[in-house]
């Protein structure tokens, strides 16, 4: 945590403000459920406030203030962007941000009702993302690397897991897994990644998907990773259409991702398994989330 004797409330918040941006303190300022690495507070109508929580969270928060106004303006979804920075002080000992506000509901909280819609949309979306990224920009030590460097993870995952909360036998998840692993490489060049679509991240709006959000682990590398979000967040049986419209996705790259999906999914459920033991935010909502997206993606179709 940022600070075990500083407690994150609107008035701190306000003050923060006050200080800092003081055209904006008027604004109201209500807390918004949710997040992992930041606390939000939603700022009047188009802004929120995220102040970091972890230790991590300064830099992811800096990252996206790095690239997320050159990303934003090409990307054919709204994403929250930065429009001012909080720096460190007496008061509050990290950097902080103040972003737009992207509108609807987090689909860990709702369900998308119109399946072939949002499956254009995040085509879209993923198509306008994954572009070939500068040299500069971020990588990640623990994600977008070939599924055969993470089945340590994998396999902390499965074991982890109470039989209970699994229907597919995990001879069957683990063919799925090994298939990824067996699967050729990403051998072009590294695009940029959201890096951590899931169910959280992705706004829902109208039945579909209309905006995507927390960019803190964006980062170059094997759009394997992105793709896994057919079986994470769309409805059963779009995952053919999705890949049908995806140009950049071959045999091996459409095997990793169902396998990603897989470990994603198994994630998802180990935290909803978990419930809010230690975890900010809250996560037992993810746990059927998580089982209905193994089940779409040990499904074929």
């Known amino acids: 945590m940022t600070d075990p004797g500083i407690e994150i409330t609107a008035e701190l918040v306000r003050d923060l403000l006050q200080d800092q941006h003081p055209d904006l ?10 997040g992992w690495d930041n606390q939000m507070w939603r700022l009047g109508d188009e ?18 203030r790095r690239w997320l106004p050159a990303l934003a303006p090409r990307l054919p979804l709204p994403v929250p962007t930065p429009v001012r920075i909080g720096e460190p002080s007496a008061r509050f000992p990290k950097t902080w941000t103040v972003m737009t506000w992207v509108p609807g509901e987090p689909l860990d909280r709702t369900s998308i009702s119109r399946g072939d819609h949002a499956t254009d949309v995040l085509v879209g979306f993923l198509t306008a993302l994954h ?53 050729p490489g990403w051998d072009r060049p590294p695009v ?17 998907i209309s905006g995507v959000i927390d960019f803190g682990d964006m980062f170059a590398g094997d759009p394997a990773w992105d793709l ?21 996705a071959d045999e091996a790259t459409i095997r990793r991702a ?3 999906a897989v470990l994603k999914s198994l994630f998802l459920i ?16 993810w746990g059927p989330r998580g ?9 074929p179709g």
């Not at 599924?147 to 109470?162: D, H, R, S, W």
């Not at 940029?192 to 829902?204: Q, R, T």
């Open 47 to 64: 802004l929120a406030v995220r102040m970091p929580r972890t230790e991590r969270a300064p830099d992811l928060q800096h990252k996206e």
């Open 192 to 208: 940029w990644l959201h890096g951590d679509l899931h169910p959280a991240n992705v706004i829902v709006s109208g039945g579909s």
């Open 258 to 260: 169902r396998g990603l």
């Open 270 to 285: 180990l935290m909803g398994q978990n419930g809010d033991q230690g975890l900010p935010g809250g996560k037992s909502p």
């Open 131 to 183: 572009v070939e990224t500068p040299a500069e920009a971020p990588t990640s030590t623990d994600r977008g690397t070939h599924p055969g460097e993470c089945t340590a993870g994998f396999e902390k995952y499965l074991q982890a897991i109470a039989p209970s909360n699994i229907a597919a036998d995990a001879g069957e998840i683990r063919d799925v897994w090994n298939d990824a692993v067996a699967a």
């Open 25 to 34: 303190a008027g604004l109201a300022i209500r807390e918004v459920a949710g």
């Open 291 to 299: 089982r209905a997206a193994l089940d779409r993606a040990l499904t």
């Open 228 to 248: 896994a979000a057919a079986w994470l967040l769309l409805p059963a049986g779009r995952s053919s259409r999705f890949f049908e419209a995806y140009a950049q």
